[in-house]
């Protein structure tokens, strides 16, 4: 399959001339890359997707697919594949209809339609399932119909929007597993969009952070984890604590800091609550001077577990913390 | 749960409607039909006795109108569906689909607005536009592009007119509900597969809404079919339909059994077409796993 890269250059969408959804972001997608719009809900990822589709039109700025302008080609001369957060399958067809449409909008001879069509849903592990109607199909099918549906077209690019959002956390994980195992086998370029950073850390080989239709960072999920440029990057990956050191911000995770004892500590403080979360338990201590911080504590080896009230130091070293712009 | 025998209720709230049913409905029709197989009126005449006679009268016809004037029902009343089906279908779309609330509400104001003048009133409108010394004949005598008045109406065509005009927001807002619950973004979907924006539609929403079509289409002749005000004001002498001849033989007749024998052929044939229709739009939607 052929794969195509995505260059969004200073796009701006505006909506009833009021709302600025999409504010002058310039992105590279590289071919073949598994790339995450990630941010708060109406931030503008949406649409931002719909603008590579081309369901929107900027107000200004291009869109580049493969080298080449697609600002003014209409939505069904992209060939891109797009799966919907509700699947927008079509109620009224069988699964093998639906996943046939496609090849059927292209005018392929029939008896390769077949043949795609089995290979499609095979991909996704349908077999089986060929004459049910969408509304006879777990979440899950519905969502592997609407992925055979987008993917066997082999559009070089592929459009997500939240599609695993309606999942339940076991299945949404294992489809994670199988959505990034496939995307990697076809090679295909696949932009998606999510709110949830768990699975844009787990899933994609970069990450944009959106804020308010702008783009606050681009980079490699450790990237993003661990070198947060902004405050927002920050406080929206994962839990973080802001240090205000000599009048800059720097931030630092709770998994950086250790537990020690209170005389000689950085900070000494007791212990206000403590989540245990399996893995690990995160503390919150109050430090004497008023300030709480956040403290991850892993099981790894032996556990002692510290309840609320106990007294405790805290220390770490500077080249965790990170300067933080703005 | 709901399995058990007892019915819910809820179910006395419908005794209104079940009342209404019966007395305005299932009455008439069952005195209607009684005195259509009697020679006069058995209540008021011990000598009236049962007959067929009415029924040959039509089925006959020896005058030769009532063949014509069942035709001239059926034909105005399927001419108006399909007119109204033509507009209203993309109306109702384009409302559906509208994004700014107050334009819908504009819209649906002016769709609905006509149905709150009376029948009469708005037929009215339509002489005043269509008669030969009407708006529009005046202005094509006056600009010189006819010098006879065009036959707007006292004929088919001005009844046509008025009719649609006045059924056409009972399609509008028929369709529109149904057209407003298709998701938009099964048309998009088709898009991103490679559809043109009408071979979305042909492939995605028009399949989706032939549920509504069909109400729509039932609703607009079922009332077609039965206007007496509008063909008879906008017919003249050159139209007569079944609920016209039958409001002559009650009116001017005093043939209330012809009457009834006439009221019940038109129900019966509408109600065969009405099932005919409602099987093959089923069929079709059916396949495409509606029904
Ligand atoms: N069709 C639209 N009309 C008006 N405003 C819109 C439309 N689509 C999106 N918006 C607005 O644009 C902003 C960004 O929306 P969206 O791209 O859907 O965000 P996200 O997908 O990140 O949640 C929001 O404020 C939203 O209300
Ligand atoms: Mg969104």
Redesign the pocket.
């Known amino acids: 399959m052929t794969s195509a890269a995505i260059r969004l250059e200073q796009v701006t969408k505006t909506?009833?001339g009021r709302?600025v959804?999409v504010d002058a972001i310039t992105l590279d997608i590289a071919a073949g890359e598994f790339f995450s719009l990630l941010?708060p809900?109406?931030?503008?990822?949406?649409?931002?997707l719909r603008m590579i589709a081309g369901f929107e039109h900027p107000d200004s700025g291009r869109v580049y697919v493969g080298g080449r302008d697609i600002t003014d080609v209409p939505v069904h001369r992209r060939d891109m594949g797009m799966v919907f957060q509700s699947y927008a399958l079509f109620p009224h067809r069988t699964v093998v209809e639906n996943v046939a449409f496609g090849l059927r909008m292209r005018e392929v001879p029939r008896a390769d339609i077949e043949r795609r069509v089995a290979a499609a849903l095979a991909q996704v592990a349908l077999t089986g399932l060929e004459d049910r109607k969408p509304s006879q199909l777990s979440g899950g099918q519905q969502q592997r119909v609407a992925l055979a549906r987008a993917l066997v077209v082999e559009p070089p690019v592929l459009l997500c929007d939240e599609p695993l959002g309606a999942l339940d956390r076991k299945l949404r994980q294992q489809m994670q597993f199988e959505l990034k195992e496939l995307q990697k086998r076809l090679g295909v370029t696949l932009v998606f969009?999510t709110?949830d950073q768990e699975e844009a850390l787990a899933m994609s080989d970069r990450i944009a952070v959106?804020n308010k239709?702008r783009v606050e960072q681009v980079g490699s999920p450790a990237e993003i984890y661990e070198q947060p440029r902004t405050r927002f990057v920050a406080d929206f990956i994962g839990e973080i604590n802001i240090l205000d050191e000599a009048g800059t911000a720097r931030a630092l995770r709770p998994e950086k800091i250790r537990l020690v004892t209170p005389d000689g500590a950085r900070v000494a403080g007791r212990v206000e609550t403590a989540n245990y979360l399996g893995g690990s338990t995160l503390l919150r201590v109050r430090a004497s001077d008023g300030s709480s911080m956040l403290v991850r504590e892993t099981h790894a080896g032996e556990r002692a577990s510290r309840t609320p009230g106990d007294l405790v130091g805290l220390t770490w070293s500077d080249q965790d913390t990170v300067a933080l712009e703005g | 749960m709901t399995t058990r025998g007892r019915p819910s209720p809820i179910a006395w709230l419908l005794a209104p409607a079940a009342l209404l049913f019966v007395l305005f409905f299932v009455l008439p029709f069952g005195v209607m039909a009684a005195m259509s197989v009697f020679s006069g009126n058995p209540v008021n005449n011990p000598n009236a006795f049962l007959t067929t006679r009415h029924y040959e009268r039509f089925v006959f016809d020896t005058a030769g109108i009532y063949h014509d004037a069942l035709w001239a029902t059926l034909r105005i009343g399927l001419i108006t569906t399909i007119i109204s089906l033509l507009i209203g279908y993309p109306l109702a779309h384009w409302m559906a689909r509208m994004?700014s609330r107050l334009g819908h509400a504009l819209v649906l104001m002016a769709v609905i607005a006509p149905m709150l003048t009376g029948i009469v009133v708005r037929t009215f409108a339509w002489m005043t536009i269509l008669q030969d010394k009407g708006v529009i004949n005046t202005l094509l005598i006056q600009w010189g592009l006819t010098d006879k008045p065009l036959p707007l109406m006292y004929n088919e065509f001005g009844t046509i007119v008025a009719l649609v005009h006045i059924y056409v927001p009972f399609m509008v807002l028929t369709l529109t509900g149904v057209i407003g619950r298709i998701d938009e973004r099964l048309e998009q979907a088709a898009r991103s597969l490679g559809a043109g924006r009408l071979r979305a539609f042909v492939e995605v929403t028009l399949p989706l809404s032939l549920p509504g079509i069909l109400a729509g289409s039932l609703l607009v002749f079922a009332l077609s079919i039965s206007a007496y005000v509008t063909p008879s004001l906008m017919g003249g002498t050159d139209v007569l339909t079944l609920p016209m001849l039958i409001a002559q033989q009650v009116g001017t007749s005093f043939n209330p059994n012809f009457a009834g024998a006439l009221g019940v052929i038109l129900l019966l044939v509408s109600l065969a077409i009405v099932i005919a229709y409602n099987r093959i739009l089923a069929r079709l939607s059916g396949e495409q796993g509606l029904a």
């Open positions: 909506f009833d709302v959804a941010g809900s109406g931030c503008g990822k949406t649409t931002s969009v709110h959106m239709g | 994004q």
